[in-house]
């Protein structure tokens, strides 16, 4: 199991996913092989040797980032393991490319690192300690 943000083109300045119009229609991210290419910038040990799912490695830590097979990326899924890096690491990719995630496990539904975010990363570790994930 991981723990799993949706990165997409949201509308700015949502306090919450319920606030996204049901008229919204989000923006492509872009060429897939320029959104690896910015990754790399950020990320430079990112493996996409599998360009529809790169992995990055930290210590302790690995995010899977799945961009699907299409060459214009609609959306992607950063899927994150291990220890307390990995959302720095994620919050830090997010930042520097300047896009925002979905969060299932935030209250407002949307990714913001603060301490809610790293008190629900630590929950999720916890629980996933105990099922043996």
Not at 31 to 46: D, E, F, T, Y
Not at 63 to 82: K, M, N, Y
Request: charged content about 25%.
């Amino acid at each position: 199991m991981s723990y799993d943000l949706f990165v997409q083109d949201l509308p700015p300045d949502l306090d919450t996913e319920d606030d996204i119009p049901d008229d919204f229609e989000p923006r492509s991210l872009g060429a897939r092989s320029a959104l690896i290419a910015q990754i790399l910038a950020i990320l430079p040990a990112a493996d996409f040797s599998d360009p529809s799912c790169g992995v990055v490695k930290g210590d302790g830590y690995a995010i899977e980032i799945s961009l699907g097979d299409a060459q214009t990326v609609p959306s992607f899924a950063l899927h994150l393991r291990g220890g307390d890096g990995a959302l720095p690491a994620a919050h830090h990719l997010l930042d520097s490319l300047g896009l925002d995630a979905l969060d299932p496990q935030a209250e407002s539904g949307l990714f913001v690192f603060d301490e809610e975010a790293i008190a629900n990363f630590k929950a999720w570790r916890k629980f996933q300690d105990t099922v043996g994930g």
